[in-house]
């Protein structure tokens, strides 16, 4: 599935191996004249079949590249101990196989967010000390997938704890396993929940991540840490072996530095997976051939783009984030797209406020979900919230619970599953759903609406519809920014056609001067 992503870059490839064997197949040794930071999946394909580059030698890099940057930023929890040997393993087989029959993704670094399975010698933890040690009955779905695709699984990314569904105090990625995630460009916070996912790919400290969302822990990390993230259609990625909040919301999906490495990561992740059935449904999404068909230049052409004005609401003093956009703007109409602008949203401030019913739902689906995730563990410290509750009690120096509590932990404990009270909020938000970013979708034709950052994404959440933020630029003090593009289920060919085309036009992002490798 992911080598149909390639179809072109393969033939170009191939010529250019014909043409490399006339004047013999090169040296073996590292060649110091690639440079792996910023390096793109093509990039490393190509390096490693002109012997420039192994895949153990890339795995050696990111090493190096966390023990020197990962003590600031912290955005990994753990390093897989058998990276270098599955890196060797990769290397063999490439050696014995030929180029058309690997994925792009053969013999690259991936780094998974801690709230999503190995059954290796990794901790699968949600950045909580409760379940360290906890063993996993099986590699969660897109593990496996990643597995199958040739990827080497390089270690944890930290996180918001428990995906930030602990309570409402602690900072964006924060964790007690973890510590305090921190963003590459200003050594602020990264934004949560996956955070270390989009802080690790910004610093290069990784090539390409997952990151898991409920509402804005993918677009949001990606926006603030200048990577590209794709939110999927919930049920397109599984989420069989994540630590979950709800199943109605959660999705899994990438975070990296192009849009391209983004949908080639999406090829090797999406699809059916016996151990959750929404992704037998969602799987009619998944297009022939593959997402890196997409992957145009001109995608913007033609594309009818919604501007919903009051999402770009940054009041009358931010001069700089009112002209950056129109500039984002003029930038989308370079590249042909069509502007549909001053929508509304109906309701849009129900959608975007507490009364939504979003909470209410959540809460009752996090205690059904995790206490089913947490009996099916093969051991595990605690067996239920309420037992990670008595935890964090018994260990409240560990978890810092004087200083961040466990407020929604105990809220959603307090529910009695789905009752009268969550019925009502369910149906509420497939109403608001409905009537308002799905009815604004459709009455307009509109492949997609464009957003600041993660600003789009209760919309998206409550619909279980994708999303995809791109690098759009930085403010004068350095922070990013990113523009969000959101459309209905099974919109990803459409959005990964806009960001491209957007990306190809912009080059916005820069890595972070922290990340740099001084050779």
């Not at 496996?144 to 930290?158: D, M, P, Q, V």
């Not at 921190?182 to 955070?195: I, L």
């Not at 783009?305 to 009358?316: A, P, T």
């Amino acid at each position: 599935m992911a080598t149909q992503s390639f179809p072109i870059y393969i033939s170009m490839l191939l010529g250019l191996l014909a043409i490399l064997s006339l004047y013999g197949s090169g040296s073996c040794s590292f060649d110091t004249n690639f440079s792996i930071e910023e390096a793109t999946l093509k990039d490393f394909q190509l390096a490693f079949y002109q012997n420039k580059l192994t895949s153990r030698q890339l795995v050696e890099f990111y090493l190096e590249q966390v023990r020197r940057l990962n003590p600031i930023l912290k955005g990994i929890i753990e390093v897989n101990p058998d990276a270098l040997n599955q890196a060797s393993q990769a290397d063999l087989k490439r050696k014995r196989s030929s180029l058309r029959s690997l994925s792009p993704l053969h013999g690259i670094p991936v780094l998974v967010k801690d709230n999503i399975a190995t059954k290796d010698k990794l901790n699968t933890t949600a950045g909580s000390f409760a379940l360290l040690g906890s063993i996993v009955p099986r590699d969660a779905g897109v593990v496996t997938k990643l597995r199958k695709a040739g990827a080497i699984i390089f270690g944890k990314a930290s996180l918001s704890e428990w995906s930030d569904f602990r309570s409402y105090e602690p900072p964006n990625g924060w964790s007690a396993r973890g510590g305090q995630g921190k963003n590459p460009y200003t050594m602020g916070e990264p934004c949560g929940s996956s955070s270390g996912s989009a802080i690790s790919v910004a610093a290069n400290m990784v090539t390409v991540s997952l990151g898991t969302e409920t509402d804005g822990s993918i677009l949001c990390p990606s926006t603030l840490n200048s990577v590209v993230g794709i939110k999927p259609t919930v049920g397109l990625t599984s989420r069989a072996g994540v630590v979950p909040i709800s199943l109605r919301q959660d999705t899994v999906g990438p975070i990296c530095r192009t849009v391209a490495d983004a949908a080639y990561v999406l090829d090797a992740i999406a699809g059916a997976d016996r151990y959750d059935n929404s992704t037998i449904e969602a799987s009619k999404y998944i297009p022939r051939g593959g997402y890196g068909q997409f992957l145009r230049a001109e995608g913007l052409k033609g594309k009818r783009i919604g501007i919903v004005r009051k999402l770009y609401d940054f009041g009358h003093d931010d001069v700089f984030y009112i002209g950056a956009f129109e500039k984002v703007f003029k930038t989308l109409k370079q590249g042909g797209a069509i502007l549909v602008d001053n929508l509304t949203i109906d309701r849009f401030d129900v959608i975007t406020g507490s009364s939504s019913g979003e909470r209410t739902a959540l809460l009752a689906e996090f205690k059904i979900s995790l206490n089913a995730y947490l009996k099916q563990l093969v051991a595990s410290p605690i067996r239920s919230l309420s037992d990670a509750i008595e935890f964090n009690k018994k260990n409240s120096k560990l978890e810092k619970l004087r200083e961040y509590g466990q407020e929604l932990f105990l809220e959603a404990e307090a529910t009695k599953g789905i009752g009268g009270a969550e019925k009502a909020a369910l149906a509420r938000l497939a109403k608001l759903s409905k009537e308002g970013f799905e009815r604004l979708m459709i009455k307009n034709k509109l492949d997609a609406i464009a957003a600041p950052g993660r600003l789009i994404s209760p919309f998206l959440a409550i619909g279980g519809f994708p999303g995809v933020s791109v690098p759009a630029g930085y403010n004068p003090q350095g922070l990013p920014f990113g523009i969000g593009f959101g459309g209905l289920k099974g919109f990803e060919p459409r959005l990964i056609e806009i960001a491209y085309g957007f990306e190809h036009l912009t080059m916005g992002r820069k890595s972070p001067s922290l990340g740099r490798h001084k050779k």
